[in-house]
Each structure stands twice: as structure tokens, then as C-alpha cells.
């Protein structure tokens, strides 16, 4: 009989499959193949137009099938790392299909011409030739990141829980917060110029605003929300108005400070590449708009997949921190 390695996993709608009864697992011989197929094409067609790291990405691509061909036998004694590698098995499998037909497509038939398409080993000559530009970018903007999205999330929650609380708070500040948010972010553009002393200021400020005003408003609804049983209880008992804020309000509403944060992540992100062309010289943003003006379009994608992955990432860190901070919540949603 075959042993199962597998189960329900990772939150609502994802399940594992078993593995065959031969104990192999089969989807990781089959992306092996369609790793092995790109690293074959890759090397083996001549390329239209010299890009370079063609030998470079056909090794990387036939080590990542050698990965493949050694967990389809190893990856039932991989425990949790097994199980995650075997829910995005037919990924893989689509992966190693994709990056043959981009192959392909651009550098070996030019059917997606240079300057405007990049192959895949075009963005790997990237990241090898001019890594450190872009550490030093990463750097930069990780800094105006940082700087913009806390002090946006700091101001917004304060603010949204003092609309959610307080009516007379409310009466005033929920119609200046009607009136900006839905006014994008990048609109306040000529406004910063003037209001702030150097475009680095200014772009913090412009993220600030794009991340806090929908934590802002959601952590306001949030608040506003809570069962009035629960402030009655906690009165009886003799709580004071802080008590009924920071014990009650507050970590009632954080389903709802979250989503906003979530929010506030991504629109951040949309709002960082304009913050990062008001005059910046060095970060992601500049990148992109520097490379566009020479039509270094490989440069471009690879840019954006770094910002994608680290949009990504911080995503995976919030939904952690979330799962930590509301653990009372499941089974219950």
C-alpha cells in the first residue's frame, strides 16, 4: 500500500493530493521534463539576436531539473516542505512549459522582438551584470518604503480608531476623509513640491497617504462595528473609556485593521514608483524610468519581478503576523 504524506494544508480551499502507490511523485518527474525541455532549447537553438547568459540559464534551468528528478523520489521525508512542494507541483510542471515558450518566442524566433521583449536569460544577464545597481536600488527604496507605508499605518489607525470612537471626532473627519480618499495619491503630486523642503519628503509623504488612508477608514468601520454588549459588559465591571478603547475596541476591530493594512500594502507599492520619479537617484523607480529611457526593457522586468517579489513577501509576513494576532478567529471564519 502506498503511504500517504498529505493533508489539508495552508488555509481554506487548498488539499493536498496523495502521493501513487509507487511512492514517486509524479508531478515532480514531469516538471524535471519541462525543466529539462527548456534547458534544451535553450542551449540547443541558435539565438536570433546575442542577449547573453544563454549558457548561463540553460545550466540554471537543467539544475532546477536534476532538483525536480531528485524530490519526486526524496520528497515524501520532507515533512511540510514536502507537502508545500506537492500543492504547487502542476505549477512547476506550467512553469518549466512557460519558460520554453518564452524562450522560443523571443530569442529564438523573434516572433516578440528586442528592444520591447526580454527572453528569460535576457533578465538573468540582468541580475548578473548589474546586481549591484540593483541592491543598491533595492536599498533605497526599502527605505522610502518603509519610511512612508509606517508612518501612513501609524497615522490611519490612530485616526480610524478616534473617527471610530468619538462622533464629534467623526462629524469633522469623515468628511475630509470622504473627500481625499478617493482622490489618488499621485494627484497631491504638485501639492508635495511645494509643501514639502526635498522630493525624498515628499515621496514619503505620498506613500504615507496612499497606505493610511484605507487603513484609516477601515479600522474607523471597525471600530464603529463592535457589539455594544461587549462595552456594557466590560462597564459593569468597572472598565474606564481606556480600557474600553485598547481592551475592547481595538482587538475587535483588527479583522478589519488588517484588511486595511493589506490594502495600504499593495496601493503603497502603485504609489512608489511615481513617489520614486519626483527626483530620486537611486531606488526601484528610478530604475525603471532610467531604463526606460534607453529602452532597456530587459532592465525594466527585471526590476518589476523584484519589486513583484518583495510585494509578495511582505504580503506572506503580513498574513503571518495576522494568523498570530488572530488565531481566536479560526473556526470561527
Known sequence: MSTAI?????GAGRRSLALPFSGIWRNGLWAAGTWSLAAALTYGLPDVIVWGATELFAAVTLAGAGIFLVLSVTVGRLGRVGQTLIHYGPWFIVLGLWLSAWEVLTAKLGWLPKPFFSPPQGLLHVYVTDWDRLLICIAYTGRLWALGFFSGVLVGFAGGVALGWSRRFAYWGMPLLKLI??????AWIPCT???FPSTFHASIFLVALASGIPVAILTAAGVSQVNRSFYDVARTLGADNRFLIFKVAIPASLPNVFVGLF???YY????LVVAEMLGAKFGLGWYLQFNTAYSAYANVYAALIVMALICAGLVRLLFLVRDELLGWQKGIL
Do not use: H, Y
Request: glycine content about 14%; cysteine-free.
Open 181 to 186: 480618499g478617493p482622490v489618488p495619491a499621485s
Open 263 to 265: 490594502m495600504g500594502l
Open 268 to 271: 503603497s507599492f502603485a504609489v
Open 6 to 10: 498529505e493533508e489539508t494544508f495552508g
Open 193 to 195: 513640491f511645494f509643501l
